[in-house]
DNA sequence: GTCTATAAATCGATAGAC
DNA sequence: GTCTATCGATTTATAGAC
């Protein structure tokens, strides 16, 4: 195995470390050392693949926002009819919203570094990428549908990712809140939304 | 002046001063040294009268809710006509979702201290209060405006929270994003009302 | 009640050996 | 590239003087 494969995998054990680790305990309640000692290696090594805590920390909140995408994606597009669509997405909802810490983990990386030099621009970034996957998702949903969504595919994402963070917020320290709510917009996305004429 | 009475204005000094520099600078990012040092008093006095830090958290997080709630009551009650609520709840938004860092430090604490014991069940009981009074104050409008909300008033106060909460966040570093999404759910619920027959 | 002084612990980050 | 050792800075919290 060559120098650069041990290196990648050094730093994928390390992600995959401070992954399960900040989720289960917080990213400010979670130390480095921490870290380097649960992946089987010393903070030399982390500074050897991380040049700051939050370099690291980045790329745990990219492995989370593919984690959501992808489970996301599986969920919905496994359904056919709508009904099936949106009792899937309910079920995603409830155990991914708040029950997973991916939102509380995110938020408190977002909001502990908003006047951190670089990286809330970075933050700012993957707002706009996941947005825009999230529009996405939600276009190509409407158009298998064959309905128009009743405003654009931005400002619908734009919705849904505020309620699902406030949401997830919330649930993080009061569990009893339901998600049902965010079944509900889709639901008055749906209910407003107007027929395609495909000719 | 008695002894009670300047331990309460030490303690209101503290809480101001604190409430202060949690919003520009963070909460994590505040210490308790600076805390004392720009309210005039060294350490001691704040361990006089807080036994923790979170503990003044706390009691800047009250002040927080307390802010909100009047300006948003004071905002909305001085309207008459539903286009003047609205547009003067859009402006109460547009500078107080995400402009006034109250949802950055809010979220920033409780994602903060989601596993500390205690803490959440705190801030659980505020959040249900808080949905409670904003669940009211829906309630009282619609009743003026003579008509029934479309749903349970406490439903559509969980609904309008989240949508706050992850506008704000999103906002605390990405500050483009707009707040019409608050509006344009306001406006879904009038859309739905019902007129109340008062017979 | 508040201040001074300090404890006690931790953390992020660095330097040099291997 | 990683480890060991350590720096240096900071923080929460405490103890005793006034």
Redesign the interface.
Known sequence: MTRRETHAQTRDRLVETAHRLFLS??Y??TSLDKVAAAAGYSKGAVYSNFATKHELGLAVIDVVHHERATSLTAAVGAATTVEDRLAAFTGWAETHIGDVGWT??E??F???H??VEGV?EA??LR??EFTGALADLMAGQAAELGVELP?PPE?AA??L???????G??R???PE?PV??LV??LR?FLERATPTDDR
């Open positions: 305990e917080g400010n309640a509380a983990l938020v408190e977002a909001t502990s908003r006047h809330h933050l700012a707002r706009r405003l400002d734009v919705q990712l505020a309620l699902g963070i406030g949401l917020v919330q993080a320290f009061d809140l049902t709510s509900d917009l008055s």
